[in-house]
Nanobody, 128 residues
Framework: QGHLVESGGASVHAGGSLRLSCVFSGYNANFICMAWFRQAPRKQREGVAALLVGGTPNYYADSVQGRAKISQDKAKSTMYLQMNALKPEDTAIYYC?????????????????????WGQGTQVTVSP
C-alpha cells in the first residue's frame, strides 16, 4: 500500500496563489492514477484534478478549470497542484489520493471510492 503526504496549504487572500505538493511512496507500478480532492465543511468530497503518473492526460473539475494546473515530478515522487486566482469557495481541506492502474478515466477520476490510498490533508483557507 502506498503512502501519501500533502503539504503547502495556507491562508491566503482572494486572488492569491498556492502550490500544493503530494509526496508519494511505496508504489511499484509503472502507472499510478493520482488525484487531488477537497472537502469543505458540511460538503461532500470533490475531485479537483487528476493525472496519470507515467502517462497522460490530465483532468480538471469545471470549478477550477483555467485556474489550476496539476503536474508531476516522477524523479521526486511528487505531484503538485498549482492554484491561481483563488476564491473563498476554494476553502477546504485538500487531499491527494492514488490508485495503481494504467488509466484515470475521464468519467471516473472524480469518484473518491476508487482510490484506496489517501493522504492526511492540508488546509487551504481563502479570505475575501
Amino acid at each position: 500500500q502506498g503512502h501519501l503526504v500533502e503539504s503547502g496549504g495556507a491562508s491566503v487572500h482572494a486572488g492569491g496563489s498556492l502550490r500544493l505538493s503530494c509526496v508519494f511512496s511505496g508504489y511499484n507500478a509503472n502507472f499510478i492514477c493520482m488525484a487531488w480532492f477537497r472537502q469543505a465543511p458540511r460538503k461532500q468530497r470533490e475531485g479537483v484534478a487528476a493525472l496519470l503518473v507515467g502517462g497522460t492526460p490530465n483532468y480538471y473539475a469545471d470549478s477550477v478549470q483555467g485556474r489550476a494546473k496539476i503536474s508531476q515530478d516522477k524523479a521526486k515522487s511528487t505531484m503538485y497542484l498549482q492554484m491561481n486566482a483563488l476564491k473563498p469557495e476554494d476553502t477546504a481541506i485538500y487531499y491527494c489520493a492514488a490508485v495503481e492502474r494504467t488509466f484515470c478515466g475521464e468519467t471516473e477520476w472524480y469518484y473518491p471510492g476508487q482510490y484506496p490510498d489517501w493522504g492526511q490533508g492540508t488546509q487551504v483557507t481563502v479570505s475575501p
